[in-house]
């Protein structure tokens, strides 16, 4: 039996196929979820893919997280379901409260896309078993509204808990408190970060296959239930 995991597109995703692709990757199933369809169609996790859902023409995420498929995945988060959230998925996320703080645009207002190395800070979530605390990884970013901001109460809390899983190395690209690249829930079951894993899973089309760890930890994950 292999662990089903959903991939949603919104008008303006433009990731999904790539997060699909990389789902099959770990020999899991993806699922195509639909976000005007509340129905999750059985899966085992989610993926919120990159792009710029409803045009992002008000905030980042913001029209999106109202989506009828996101009431299903925010319902199914808070029951333990694994949710890994790329770039405008974060976003995503954070405006539907599964994950605290905020994106505002880069500093200097520039559109980056660079592929750039990341610390693993935290192995203990649905989505990062598969890495060694400490390694670095390679891995694909591209976005204009990728700073990560949060009040202070809040940043100290994620580093009191740990809960930030990825954290920039060689520069902050984009402004990001703390060095922050991507932070966990408080169960470890929903991870958020701005860079692509979907797009490093083969060093033939990426610049490393660093990203497949991610997918086969929720696999790890999902089939140890």
């Not at 303006?12 to 195509?32: K, M, W």
């Not at 979530?125 to 700073?147: F, H, S, V």
């Not at 740990?162 to 954290?167: M, S």
Request: hydrophobic share 45%; net charge negative.
């Amino acid at each position: 039996m292999s662990a089903r995991i959903g991939v949603i597109t919104f008008p303006g995703t433009l990731d999904d196929g790539d997060a699909a692709r990389a789902v099959a990757y770990a020999d899991a199933e993806p699922v195509a979820l639909w976000h005007a369809d509340d129905d999750l169609h059985g899966v085992d996790a989610v993926v919120v893919p990159g792009g710029f859902s409803y045009g992002d023409y008000l905030r980042a995420g913001v029209i999106a997280r109202f989506a009828p498929v996101m009431e299903s995945v925010i319902k199914a988060a808070h029951g333990g379901m694994p949710v890994l959230g790329i770039c405008n998925g974060f976003q995503i996320l954070c405006e539907a409260g599964l994950l605290p703080g905020a994106m505002i645009r880069n500093e200097g207002l520039h559109f980056i896309c660079r592929d750039q190395w990341l610390r693993v800070e935290n192995t203990e979530t649905a989505w990062t078993t598969r890495y060694e605390q400490g390694a670095e990884i390679l891995i694909p970013m591209k976005n204009i509204d990728g700073c990560f901001v949060a009040e202070k109460s809040t940043l100290d809390e994620l580093e009191a808990e740990g809960r930030v899983v990825f954290r920039y190395v060689g520069g902050n690209p984009n402004g990001s408190r703390n060095d922050i690249a991507g932070i966990r829930s408080a169960d470890g079951r929903v991870v958020g970060l701005m860079p692509h894993p979907e797009h490093a899973i083969d060093a033939l089309t990426g610049p490393s296959d660093d990203g497949l760890g991610m997918f086969y930890s929720a696999v790890d994950a999902l089939l140890a239930v």
